[in-house]
């Protein structure tokens, strides 16, 4: 399982516990010193079920220097190379286990890891 996050980030903290105190063993990767890259992204966004748009951490910085009336006139494969430069732009955090993928941090969604 690989946990995408940004140490100092609230809610990767709450995810981090979460999957602490549930004993559920974690590879963690810097989301911003490694951010997920194409061929990742490719895989990921489908199986997350959500889509691209979805991905993007609309309250954070780099979001906000683009702008939203940019990033509204992007396609889906200028948003994931959008994504794969830039970890700050991916909605944190990002748990991979197999082929699912959960994007953000949903404690009832987290849930299923345990089956």
């Not at 490719?42 to 220097?65: D, E, F, H, M």
């Not at 940019?70 to 909605?91: F, P």
Request: proline residues 5%.
């Amino acid at each position: 399982m690989i946990f995408l996050h940004y140490p100092t980030c609230s809610t990767c903290k709450k995810a981090r516990a979460w999957l602490r105190d549930n004993a559920i063993a974690v590879t963690e990767r810097h989301i911003v010193d490694s951010p997920p890259n194409k061929a990742e992204l490719a895989r990921w966004i489908p199986a997350s079920g959500q889509p691209v748009r979805k991905w993007l951490n609309t309250s954070g910085q780099s979001y906000r220097a683009l702008g939203r009336a940019r990033v509204d006139k992007m396609s889906d494969a200028e948003l994931i190379d959008a994504l794969s430069r830039d970890g700050k732009l991916v909605k944190r955090p990002v748990l991979v286990d197999g082929g699912r993928v959960f994007v953000g941090f949903d404690a009832e969604k987290y849930e299923k890891l345990k089956n």
